[in-house]
């Protein structure tokens, strides 16, 4: 199944040392992730820095296990140049899935995908716990150590979905 993963899914779903380890690789095992180029410069670009989204950025990267294309940015498009491009790649792919956690903005970019079902990290974690890969309580676990180094402990969405694991 094709995934097209936006910057802020990749660097979620590798901002722990446990997600780093487990969910990754289960990721890029389980789909066929694919990205804009503007993904991949976003991903260099954070992984310059210092800190924990610059670890995840450099080790998703380092899987070189990402399909990478090319992509026309749609100019009315009012989100940065990694969601446009990757918004008009899950379109044009025709995607099963679109994997972003720009949770402000999720409501412009589920209007935006044609017949292409957007997934945050909850619910890809809620995904892999259907398939048998996780018990909720790792899910669970997962969810809340991302939660923490991504600063999302006051968002009301990861906030309700962490019921996704009770």
């Given amino acids: 199944m094709k995934l097209v993963a936006d910057t802020s899914g990749l660097v979620s779903i590798a901002s722990t040392a446990d997600a780093r380890q487990q969910l990754l690789p289960l990721l ?8 804009p180029t503007q993904v991949v410069d976003e991903l260099e670009s954070i992984g310059e820095y210092k800190d ?3 670890t995840a950025a450099r080790a998703v990267l380092d899987k070189n296990a990402l399909s990478v294309e090319t992509v026309d940015l749609d100019s009315t498009f009012p989100l940065d140049d990694g969601e446009n491009a990757a918004v008009q790649l899950a379109n044009r792919l025709g995607a099963t899935f679109f994997y972003c956690d720009e949770y402000n903005q999720l409501a412009l970019i589920h209007a935006s995908l044609s017949d292409v079902r957007l997934v945050t990290t909850p619910r890809l974690l809620k ?7 996780y018990s909720n309580q790792t899910a ?3 969810l809340d150590g991302i939660a923490h180094a991504r600063s999302w402990d006051a968002n009301a969405y990861v906030q309700q979905a962490t019921q996704l694991f009770e």
């Fill in 28 to 35: 890029l095992d389980s789909y066929d992730v694919i990205v």
């Fill in 52 to 54: 924990d989204h610059a």
């Fill in 127 to 133: 995904a892999f716990v259907v398939n048998g890969e």
């Fill in 140 to 142: 669970g676990e997962l």
